[in-house]
């Protein structure tokens, strides 16, 4: 038995000088002291022993087991140190090489958008104001002049959470709200941008989630020209200084009279294309005075005061601006396609 464990004790420091993982190392333990080894088999065999041989042969055991340990202890802090050299070395940094220029951000088309605009409008007198999104029936329709049974109703198919709070199908509420706040102050000139939420099938013209912008101005002796007026300084500025504007007769249920509001085409200039079908026009929003109805729910003296009002799709402004035919480009995050509207890449 001597001889044995003599022998376990050179066998196993021949094959430590071999090893060169911590996972061989892990299987030559399990080798020389698992349940199955030859030291604990010998250890186990003890009891066959005479009384006088067994305190001899346990000592020998122990000293072989403590030196093999020993042993394996050492080697496992050195294989430990050279798998984290190892390691620096793979995640060295030459820092000598040139650095790489990091990509910056840039502002999406849409926001772009949204503050030419919003700088348009702030230079002719308006102020940004802010919104929810989720909104009481009563300012989506109701106190913009489409009661419960209203059919025009349909024209908007809309996310309920309940049967009195909705995901707003358009940024007129925040015009409602802003008037009550501030009843009976005027002149009122305001201007919000913000996310709108339809029921649409996603297609290149139609999203079920949109930008939309409006603008309300709220006076005495406000008339239509004002509002043309308005809108042609818009134009001019947003699409160009030879801009002319059209206005064709419309309904909105919050605004009488109403307006479709076309631009020259921006591509044909006026003489006719397949974009603007040869008319030569491209409608781009709609607008129309306050319906006396509206003010006098926001709590205005129709008879006092008169308003107007206009609503656009920011992504129908971009597409126009910019040459974009599909709506869908704006949210799938393409970066080829945002490259296009940043100097910093």
Known sequence: ??????????????????????????????GCFG?????????????????????????????VRRK???????LEQQLKHDERQAALLDDAIDVTLPGRKPGLGSEHPLMRTIREIQDIFV???????EGPEVEWDYYNFEALNLPKNHPARDMQDTFYITEEILMRTQTSPVQIRTMEQRKPEVPLRIIHAGRVYRRDDDDATHSHAFMQLEALVVDRGVRMSDLKGTLLAFARQMF???????LRPSFFPFTEPSAEVDITCILCRG?????????????ILGAGMVHPRVLSMAGYDSEQVQGFAVG???????????????????????IRFLRQFSSKW
């Open 123 to 129: 230079g002719l007198g308006f102020e940004v104001v």
């Open 240 to 246: 160009g200084p030879e801009q002319q504007i059209r």
């Open 271 to 283: 003489s006719g294309c397949r974009v603007c079908k040869n008319t030569g026009w491209i409608e």
């Open 68 to 74: 093999l340990e020993e042993v394996c202890g050492e």
């Open 1 to 30: 038995m001597k001889e044995q464990v003599e022998r376990i004790q050179k066998q196993g420091l021949e094959q430590l000088v071999n090893i060169r993982s911590l996972s061989e190392l892990t299987e030559l333990r399990v």
């Open 35 to 63: 349940k199955k080894s030859e030291l604990t088999t010998l250890s186990r065999a003890m009891g066959a022993l005479s009384k006088a041989e067994r305190p001899v042969m346990g000592q020998l055991i122990n000293d």
């Open 312 to 334: 656009m799709g920011i992504e129908r402004v971009a597409m126009l601006k910019y040459g974009i035919e599909d709506i869908r480009t704006f949210y799938t995050n393409d």
